[in-house]
């Protein structure tokens, strides 16, 4: 598993306009039905509309537990979790699109509409023929200066580093100016630092052929991730 495959997730997530969303049913059953995605961004969350009267919406009142299925031209991505029902005027207006219009009457304020949002605990990952499984919280812990998944690497193992937190920016090539620059800054990582990506970040992932990122910029959006408040 490395910082590529997550950023391909994102990337299928982002043009999904459908997702399968399971919850447990009241009688101890999966039961899974097809959902139609809110700005989907990212594997950690995910809105979905629905009403008050749905029976999605009293199961998950019962029992939190769900999971979110995306599936784009072959590629997989299975999310477990837990959701929660919203009925603040805020999210509902932030996550209103005007077609709801024809399943809400009474629009954003409407008394029936409500929020499924879904926070992922765990993914399954099948994306270009590569697959992985993690926890979200061994993704979001720092595990680089650059955004690098230093605890799946195969360099870990092979050629026995220990990657550039361990080793203070000196991982197994030598020292590492990306991890230089950060630890002189005094950050963690570089998603701390004001001005990513800096021209050297944006060259270690988007510009060097040979050792980049696949989609350019994986690590980057790891960098964000790790940044951004959980």
């Not at 594997?43 to 029992?63: E, P, S, V």
């Not at 805020?90 to 709801?100: I, Y």
């Not at 590569?130 to 870990?156: H, N, P």
Request: proline share 4%; glycine share 8%.
């Amino acid at each position: 598993m490395n910082s590529n495959i997550f950023a391909k997730a994102n990337q299928i997530i982002r043009v999904c306009d459908a997702a399968y969303l399971g919850v447990i049913d009241e009688n101890g059953y999966p039961h899974v039905s097809t959902v139609s995605t809110i700005k989907p961004e990212d594997i950690f969350t995910a809105y979905f509309a629905t009403g008050m009267g749905a029976n999605k919406t009293k199961r998950l009142l019962c029992d939190k537990r769900a999971s979110v299925c995306y599936r784009v031209d072959g590629n997989n991505i299975t999310l477990v979790g837990e959701a929660e029902i919203l009925t603040d005027q805020e999210t509902k207006s932030r996550c209103w699109l005007d077609w709801f219009i024809s399943h809400f009457p009474g629009g954003e304020t409407d008394s029936n509409y409500c929020i499924i949002k879904f926070t992922a605990k765990r993914a399954s990952l099948w994306i270009d023929n590569e697959s992985a499984e993690f926890m979200i919280d061994e993704l979001l812990a720092v595990q680089s200066r650059c955004g690098l998944l230093c605890k799946w690497c195969t360099y870990r193992e092979s050629h026995s580093c220990g990657g550039c937190v361990e080793t203070n920016g000196n991982p197994f090539h030598g020292e590492c100016p990306v991890a230089k620059c950060c630890q002189d800054k005094g950050y963690t990582h570089c998603g701390e630092c004001v001005n990513i990506p800096c021209a050297q970040l944006r060259q270690y992932s988007c510009d060097n052929l040979d050792h980049g990122d696949n989609p350019p910029g994986a690590r980057i959006e790891v960098c964000k991730a790790w940044a951004a408040p959980n």
